[in-house]
Each structure stands twice: as structure tokens, then as C-alpha cells.
């Protein structure tokens, strides 16, 4: 089933230029600091923080950056005081549709993020009317030519996991939130290389979206994924797999 995690991995196969590669870098120091501000700044006690870190590590952040962030949560720097916020709506077709904010001035957030829904044919609800749609999960990604699925289910079980599934050419194994770190740390260890460790908003179930319904599904998500201040987009679109790869080469 394709979803919003098979249009991430298209995405982050397209080449990045420097004004995106510079809105990343703005997110990923967004994120650190507030991290470091809610569970301090030894990514070890910090899985939060940790994960930020191995995202910055993965975007080639330089680590001059990494510590004015991490310094910048923590009190030794000034900084921007971020909230967090989600937003939650419908898209075309009814997808729904989860918004992760940081931001400092809810004021200036909440009508862009309102603009981009009603521009692309969607609706921003209120707080709750998707929410009990999605469940909060950790989420390991292994490319999966590095290693056999048998062997990978095996590892993932014994460390903990919940469930695996191939998603195109990357494996996803699925855990507990709390049980992440566990997870990630034993596949390490065995030495499977982790393409990505998250904790994320998974979908209980999916709409199917095709044609030109899920043009407009994939212009409004990538709308808000553009917006400073927002974080995160999760949706629960069902795609097929032809037309992810078709628009997605667009």
C-alpha cells in the first residue's frame, strides 16, 4: 500500500538545491533547539534530540551549527522561544492530514497554514477531527539491499519491534515509541545500516486518491511541507505506486 511514506523517499531522491538545502538546515535547527530545551542537551539521556542529531548529521550539517542549536535549547545562547503546535484538516478526497509546527508566532502560522488548505482544495479543521486517524510510532528505515528480510525480521523482533514491511526498496520496521532506541541500538550493533530513526503519526487506514484528486493531494502536502515553520506533514493518502513516480519526476 502506498502512502505518504513511499512519497517521502521519492522526494528525497531529487536533487537539492541550495535554497532547500538551507530551508532543511532551518527545520533541522529548529528542531535541535527545541529538543535540547524539552530533554536536555546530552543526546544520550535524549532521544528526541538524538534523532535530530542524526538527521543534521545526515543533511551535512555543519556541527558549528549543531552546537549553536543544541546551546540555544539548552540557555547558554539566546534564542527564539519555539511552540509546538499541530494542525489538523482534509485534504481533496477527504485525506486526512496532520501538520507538526515550531513556531514563534502562532499568529503568523496559523493563516499560512489555513491559506495552503483552502488554495489546494483542502479544509483545516479543529484540534481532533484527524488525530484519532493516526497512531504515534517509531519508525527505522534500512535500505533494503543491504540486507535479507528474513534476517532483518528476525533482528527487529528479538530487539523489540512491532511489525516490518517493504516500502519500494527500504525496509520499515515499526516499534513502540518508547521502545525506538532499543531498537535502532541493537540493529547497530549487528551492524544493519539505519537510513532513518523517527518517531512519526502512522495511519490507521488510507484513502485511495488517483488521478487528478491526487495531483492536488501531493501539491497541498508539498505546500505546507514548504512553509518555515512547520516540521512535519503527515497524511493518509493511499497512491498508486505508477503515479507517486510519475509526479514526483515532475
Not at 191 to 217: C, D, M
Request: aromatic share 4%; charged share 30%.
Amino acid at each position: 500500500m502506498s502512502g505518504h511514506s513511499k512519497w517521502a523517499q521519492i522526494k528525497r531522491k531529487k536533487a537539492k538545491t541550495d535554497q532547500e538545502r538551507g530551508k532543511l538546515f532551518s527545520k533541522l535547527i529548529r528542531e535541535i533547539t527545541v529538543a535540547a530545551r524539552v530533554g536536555g542537551g546530552d543526546p544520550k539521556g535524549n532521544m528526541r534530540l538524538k534523532a535530530a542529531l542524526e538527521a543534521a548529521k545526515a543533511a551535512n550539517m555543519p556541527a558549528d551549527t549543531v552546537k549553536r542549536a543544541i546551546q540555544k535549547g539548552t540557555g547558554e545562547l539566546p534564542g527564539e522561544a519555539y511552540e509546538e503546535v499541530t494542525y489538523e484538516g482534509y485534504g481533496p478526497g477527504g485525506v486526512a492530514i496532520m501538520v507538526k509546527v515550531l513556531t514563534d508566532n502562532k499568529n503568523r502560522t496559523a493563516p499560512e497554514i489555513r491559506h495552503a488548505f483552502a488554495k489546494h482544495g483542502g479544509n483545516l479543521g479543529e484540534v481532533g477531527c484527524v488525530a484519532w486517524m493516526f497512531e504515534r510510532r517509531g519508525v527505522v528505515q534500512v535500505e533494503g539491499e543491504r540486507v535479507s528480510e528474513d534476517e532483518l525480521l528476525g533482528l527487529a523482533l528479538e530487539a523489540g519491534a512491532t511489525d516490518l514491511r517493504r516500502v519500494d526498496r527500504v525496509f520499515e520496521i515499526t516499534a513502540e515509541p518508547d521502545g525506538l532506541e532499543g531498537v535502532r541500538r541493537a540493529l547497530e550493533e549487528r551492524g544493519v545500516p539505519i537510513a532513518q530513526a523517527e518517531v512519526t503519526q502512522v495511519p490507521l487506514s488510507s484513502i485511495r486518491v488517483e488521478g487528478k484528486e491526487a495531483q492536488h493531494v501531493l501539491r497541498l502536502v508539498e505546500a505546507l511541507e514548504e512553509l518555515d515553520d512547520v516540521q512535519a506533514v503527515y497524511a493518509n493518502f493511499d497512491i498508486p505506486d505508477d503515479v507517486l513516480e510519475t509526479l514526483g519526476a515532475a
